[in-house]
């Protein structure tokens, strides 16, 4: 069972802090990682997607892949309090059909 | 825009019936899924397509079926609803490859 794990939080930060999100997967076969975002209630968004090691910046999220370690992370400067919201770490496993794990999320909480 | 429309935001059905939750997509994306979740326990994968008839079993089928007739259009089906299949069930799409999916809005069913 491929399987994608997070921690679930609640994860507390003040406004304008960095938040620190991360995420690890149990298949080296992996070929694409996202992060989406859910306001409770809501339907999951995407808000970062990442292929290769490294850093990708969008704004204020930069997400993170390091493939040896099977690790991904996700950063949120300068936090708002819109920002509260669970984030989804999601892995694509390749092969020839496409197929998307999701972890069960870590719970931001943006304190103004 | 990518838009991914299910045909119910509430829906609530007594124990026994056959339910239909139907999902439209209009960007011509190959890939379509159903996936429930609840709390504790995340996004599972219900069933996927890849393409017109053509359908995978996710991690938790038991229970439910699906009908793909036509590309924009991802049904599934709940034979006779159990109350443990009280949840919100989420529609999305993708193109090929290692393209991110997209979500229709969420089915927040209750079964009676």
């Known amino acids: 069972q491929k399987e994608v794990e997070q921690n679930s939080g609640p994860l507390s930060v003040p406004e304008g802090a960095i938040a620190s999100l991360n995420c690890t997967y149990s298949?080296?076969?992996?070929?694409?990682f996202f992060w989406y975002r859910q306001y409770s209630g809501k339907s999951p968004e995407l808000i970062m997607s990442i292929y290769s090691n490294g850093d990708k910046e969008d704004g204020r999220f930069t997400a993170q892949l390091n493939k040896a370690s099977q690790y991904v992370s996700l950063l949120i400067r300068d936090s708002q309090p819109s920002d509260s919201a669970t984030y989804l770490c999601?892995?694509?496993?390749?092969?020839?059909?496409?197929?998307?794990?999701f972890g069960k999320g870590t719970l931001l909480t943006v304190n103004p | 825009d990518v838009k991914v429309t299910q045909s119910s935001r509430y829906l609530v059905k007594r124990t026994g019936e056959k339910v239909f939750l139907e999902c439209v997509q209009d960007?011509?994306?190959?890939?379509m899924f159903w996936y429930r979740q609840d709390p504790g326990l995340g996004l599972r994968l219900i069933y996927f397509?890849?393409?017109?008839?053509?359908?995978e079993k996710g991690d938790i089928p038991e229970g439910y079926s699906v009908s793909r007739e036509k590309k924009e259009r991802f049904s599934l089906i709940l034979e006779s609803a159990s109350t443990n299949q009280t949840s919100m069930y989420l529609c999305a799409s993708s193109p090929p490859a290692r393209e991110s999916a997209f979500f229709g809005q969420g089915t927040r069913l209750t079964v009676v």
């Open positions: 298949d080296r076969g992996s070929q694409s």
């Open positions: 397509s890849y393409d017109v008839k053509m359908k």
């Open positions: 999601a892995v694509n496993s390749g092969g020839s059909n496409y197929k998307l794990t």
């Open positions: 960007m011509d994306h190959e890939n």
